[in-house]
């Protein structure tokens, strides 16, 4: 079939927990392209159902308005989708004969539906894919599986809904499939030691084989009325003791199932009976889906007492219907129409029974047993009748002239009542041999041999009569079949001579083996049948046959040659080690001849695409007898990527296609080439110091100082283009981390400059240590590609703390602050040891050490004898005149950051 199956987890919106479910199937059927209209058809039991938890009788459950289900992968498992199902109808099914029902039995269908789209891009997995829905719970009465109130010890039993389906795409073509499309149960009852049958079998729209067999149940992966969604594979059903799947309902025989979907058995004991029917899907020997459908069989003991009805037969020259089962009958082709018959007689005991007022209706009906045809035909125009006071009735059943198969066929006669819940039968198997009617085989008078052989130069005509009779003057019906090819495009030709006689067919047949109009590039060998069938009687396929077996021989062709100019051996084929590096440029002349025929010829190279990818030219060119094309590769960074790719082949080809027979003839020549990265001189990079070149130099400074570098980087490749420089700090360290300088890294073509920047404070000191070393680790490099260059220089840089003036100074002791210009302040000045003019006034610096990261001048305290401050400052100039401060001793402090300085002065007037 061309269904699609579907596994839909199908979540309903059932709030309590019911005893009620009954069977059900999907179904996914193909409407066009790629859309499938989804069914869920899910049946329940009225009667035995609506049962709550605690067994009580419920009220029926109201209609869910959708239905959710869930779609997987079965090579997987894999979630795929959700499709909700709205509700469709509900309908009550159908008993086979209404006035049988007293209420044991009621079933009610619902079926939820929609549309859906399933995309090519996700529906291609060629393991398939599957549909499902689970439902709580089954019945609680059940016979012969355990399906009882959840909780506890209990074992509940519900349903899984399953289906599967292909992917609608193989091999790259469309899959289209439905499913099967089951017809629906009979509302039947069973009753025990009665035969009971109903018809399972479905159709399918594609025409699929349906292969149906018996399986165990699926239960669901909880007892939850709406068990979660989930993936495969799903639980069995558990089995009472004493039942299986090979005594389903213990009866004899036992429940059965034929590969065509008749389902039979003869229950012995009375119960309520679950039962699992699987439909297996089949194309070409394959199968493609999978179909489950859950039922359920009642058996009561309410049928009312009946015996089946009786048939015989006998052939029209028997005296007495002496046939009971089985019967054989023969008959000629000189037989007429109405003596090509047999009598069936039907008798029912039940026609002489008081309880059934001495009346029965009886019918008959016929099926094929060993083939499959709608044989209705021969049955009589009155099929059923009523028995009265223990009467019998005859029907006559005529055969056709025609078979219905070659050879013996058999039928079988039903005769069926109308008991109750099920009519009984009983059947007469015939077996019928007819001899079709007389007819001879047509036969060929033209030509005389079955076999004519034909052999032709190219150019040249072959044609021939042929004439077939029929001795029996039948219509003549021809044929014409090939070894694979049409006629037409291999310039053949059949004509029938019209107008046509019965009994006599003539024509001709005609070959012109001209290859410049008919294509013999792939063949040069031809058969062709003539098959010629007489329309008998019976049509029976008289079929007779000549065969010409034809050839042509086509002229002789010189082949082409192809060379090149990167060696003097024009029937080197492979030409190797051909070296460039990129920037540089291959180039060379292929030239293709055909100096014998000077056919007309075409120069190209394969893989044109790729060709053109890379960035090299070879024009294709044509033309006859010697031609020849440039080959030019201009080998740029931009086209090659040699990181993935570094040798290239080439192939060139010289082709003949274009003679007279189109006989395709070729020539190749592959050029290998290897690609080199381009030559790289490499940039350079220099440091400087004001002017001064400091590459890998020790450069000394002390804090407080700024230190300033400029870096330039230079290139001399300036082919194809000057190259791409970036300068970069690649390392920046040290005993202690550098912190605080500016280096902006750069970019630039051909040549690249920045600088570096770095005033270090008293920060960079740490742990009483006053000397760090320093490294700066600096890059230039290019962009040269698959070939790239860098120039590296480091600096490494000593910083020290300013070196203190170490020598004790000793402060004034005395001073006269009397305003003669002499010694009239107190101050600590002399020769700065550090300034660069000695020979200035020594009282114009003072003679404190140094200030550096280790000490600094903070301030000076002057105190009288009595320990009142007199004079305070924070300047290293400081000056102190003594106003309005008698003579006498004074105290002085003087603060360092690291130390102090303490002594006793004298004011003189």
């Known amino acids: 079939m061309r269904f699609s199956f579907f596994c839909f987890f199908i979540i309903v919106s059932f709030h309590t927990l019911g005893s009620h479910i009954v069977g059900g199937e999907l179904e996914l059927l193909h409407i066009s392209e790629n ?27 109201l209609v869910d308005p959708v239905l959710t289900i869930h779609i997987f992968r079965k090579s997987n498992n894999q979630f795929i989708r959700s499709v909700v199902l709205p509700f469709l109808s509900k309908s009550s099914v159908p008993y086979t004969k209404p006035d049988c029902s007293n209420g044991e039995i009621e079933t009610e269908k619902l079926v939820y539906s929609t549309i859906i789209e399933l995309p090519v891009s996700i529906y291609n997995d060629p393991i398939g894919y599957y549909a499902s829905w689970q439902r709580c719970c089954r019945n609680y009465s059940i016979t012969n599986i355990y399906s009882q109130v959840p909780g506890g010890a209990n074992i509940a ?33 069973a009753c025990p030691y009665r035969p009971y049958y109903v018809d399972f079998a479905g159709v399918d729209d594609d025409g699929d084989s349906l292969v149906y067999s018996l399986t165990t149940p699926l239960n669901t992966t909880t007892a939850d009325a709406l068990p979660p969604a989930s993936a495969g594979p799903y639980p069995n059903i558990i089995w009472r003791p004493g039942y299986s799947l090979s005594n389903i309902i213990n009866g004899e025989p036992d429940l059965h199932i034929s590969k065509e979907g008749l389902l039979t058995a003869t229950p012995r004991n009375q119960g309520l009976f679950v039962f699992a029917v699987k439909i297996d899907e089949y194309r070409d020997g394959e199968k493609i889906g999978e179909s489950r459908r859950d039922f359920q069989m009642l058996v009561v003991d309410a049928c009312p007492q009946a015996e089946p009805p009786e048939i015989t037969g006998k052939k029209l020259t028997d005296a007495a219907f002496t046939f009971s089962s089985t019967m054989a009958v023969s008959f000629s082709n000189t037989i007429t129409d109405a003596d090509r018959c047999i009598d069936v007689r039907v008798s029912d005991p039940d026609a002489s029974k008081i309880s059934d007022n001495f009346t029965e209706r009886v019918s008959i009906r016929v099926v094929p047993l060993n083939f499959r045809k709608d044989i209705s035909s021969i049955l009589p125009a009155t099929t059923t009748t009523v028995l009265t006071n223990g009467s019998t009735y005859d029907f006559r059943i005529c055969f056709p002239q025609c078979p219905f198969i070659d050879g013996p066929y058999q039928v079988g006669i039903i005769a069926f009542d109308d008991a109750c819940s099920l009519p009984l039968t009983d059947t007469l198997k015939v077996t019928v041999n007819t001899q079709p009617p007389t007819n001879t085989v047509p036969y060929f008078v033209k030509p005389a041999l079955p076999v004519t052989q034909v ?29 694979g090819f049409i006629l037409a495009n291999a310039g053949f030709t059949v004509t029938i001579d019209e107008p046509r006689v019965n009994g006599k067919l003539t024509g001709k047949i005609r070959w012109d083996a001209f290859c410049n109009i008919f294509d013999f590039t792939n063949r040069t060998f031809f058969e062709v049948k003539i098959l010629v069938n007489d329309k008998d009687i019976c049509d029976n396929n008289a079929l007779t046959g000549v065969a010409y077996k034809f050839q042509v ?103 003949d296609a274009a003679n007279k027979c189109r006989i395709y003839k070729a020539d190749t020549v592959d050029v290998h080439v290897k690609i080199l990265p381009p030559l790289n001189e490499g940039p350079v990079l220099t440091i400087q110091e004001e002017s001064q070149i400091v590459n890998g130099q020790t450069l000394s400074y002390q804090s407080g100082e700024t230190i300033l570098l400029t870096l330039t980087g230079t290139d001399p490749d300036v082919w194809p283009e000057p190259d791409l420089l970036s300068l970069q700090l690649i390392e920046a360290g040290g005993n202690v981390v550098p912190e605080g300088y500016i280096f902006t890294p750069a970019q630039n073509s051909g040549s690249v400059q920045t600088t570096f920047t770095w005033a270090p404070d008293c920060s960079v000191f740490q ?119 008698p003579a006498g001793v004074y105290y002085y402090v003087i603060k360092f950051t690291n130390r102090e300085y303490r002594g006793s002065l004298s004011i003189r007037f």
């Open 553 to 655: 021989i086509l002229p002789g062709n010189a082949d082409p040659t192809i060379d090149t100019d990167l060696t003097p051996d024009p029937q080197e084929r492979t030409v190797l080690n051909i070296h460039r590096r990129i920037n540089e440029s291959l180039t060379f002349k292929v030239t293709g001849t055909d100096l014998v025929d000077h056919d007309f010829l075409t120069l190209d190279v394969l893989k044109r695409d790729s060709l053109e990818y890379y960035g090299a030219v070879f024009p294709a060119a044509s033309g006859n007898g010697n031609i020849s094309s440039q080959f030019l590769w201009d080998l740029t960074c931009a086209k090659i990527d040699l990181a993935k790719r570094s040798t290239f082949v080439f192939t060139f080809i010289v082709a």
């Open 455 to 483: 052999t032709l130069l190219e150019g040249e005509v072959f044609e021939a009569e042929f004439e077939v009779r029929d001795d029996d003057g039948d219509e003549l019906i021809p044929f014409i079949t090939t070894d």
């Open 767 to 885: 742990d009483g240590v006053f000397e760090n070393e320093y490294l700066f680790a600096f890059r230039v490099s290019d962009n040269r590609c698959f070939s790239s260059k860098a120039d590296t220089v480091t600096v490494y840089i000593k910083l020290k703390d300013i070196v203190g003036f170490e020598k004790e100074f000793s402060p004034p002791n005395v001073f006269t602050p009397n305003h003669d210009g002499y010694n009239d302040y107190f101050a600590v000045e002399g020769i700065d040891p550090f300034d660069s003019d000695p020979g200035q006034d020594p009282d114009a610096e003072v003679a404190f050490p140094p200030d550096n990261c280790q000490g600094r001048f903070e301030w000076v305290k002057v105190f009288n004898r009595w320990g009142n401050p007199v004079f305070e400052s924070s300047e290293r100039k400081f000056r102190w005149y003594a106003p309005n401060q």
């Open 157 to 189: 039993a519900g349903q899984t809904f399953y289906l599967e389906f292909p992917p609608v795409v193989k091999n790259g073509e469309p899959f289209i499939n439905s499913s099967p499309r089951l017809f629906p149960p009979l509302n039947d009852f």
């Open 35 to 61: 859309n499938y209209r989804i069914n869920l058809i899910y049946y329940f039991d009225k009667i035995n159902g609506f049962r709550n938890s605690d067994g009580t009788q419920s009220l029926p459950e």
